[in-house]
Nanobody, 119 residues
C-alpha cells in the first residue's frame, strides 16, 4: 500500500515563503517521478512540478518557473516543494503524487495540504 502524506501547508501573507513536504511509504517500484499538483476553488487541477527520483532532474511548466522549487531527500523518502514570494492566486490545496516510469499517469496521491495566501 503506497501512502503519501503531505504537510507544511498553512496561512501565509503575500510575499511569504512556505515549504511543503511529502513523505512516501510502501513503494513497490524503484523508478518513478514525484510531483506536485494544486487545485484552487473554481479551478481545475494544475501541474506544479515534477522530479525524477533517480537523478533529481526537475521539470516545471512555464507558469511555475521562478518561485517554486521541487527537491527530494532519498534517504527520507521525502519530496519537497519550496514556495517563495507567494501570491493570493497560489491559494489552493496542494497534492503530491508519484508516477512509476512505466505508467502513463500519476497513480498515487496524497490527501493534500491547504495553502492559503492572504491578500
Amino acid at each position: 500500500q503506497v501512502q503519501l502524506v503531505e504537510s507544511g501547508g498553512g496561512l501565509v501573507q503575500t510575499g511569504g515563503t512556505l515549504r511543503l513536504s511529502c513523505v512516501v511509504s510502501g513503494r513497490t517500484y524503484s523508478s518513478f517521478l514525484a510531483g506536485w499538483y494544486r487545485q484552487a476553488p473554481e479551478k481545475g487541477r494544475e501541474f506544479v512540478a515534477s522530479i525524477k527520483w533517480s537523478d533529481g532532474s526537475t521539470y516545471y511548466p512555464d507558469s511555475m518557473k521562478g518561485r517554486f522549487t521541487i527537491s527530494r531527500d532519498n534517504a527520507r523518502n521525502t519530496v519537497y516543494l519550496q514556495m517563495s514570494n507567494l501570491k493570493p492566486e497560489d491559494t489552493a490545496v496542494y497534492y503530491c503524487a508519484e508516477r512509476p516510469l512505466g505508467s502513463w499517469e500519476f497513480d498515487y496521491w496524497g490527501q493534500g495540504t491547504q495553502v492559503t495566501v492572504s491578500s
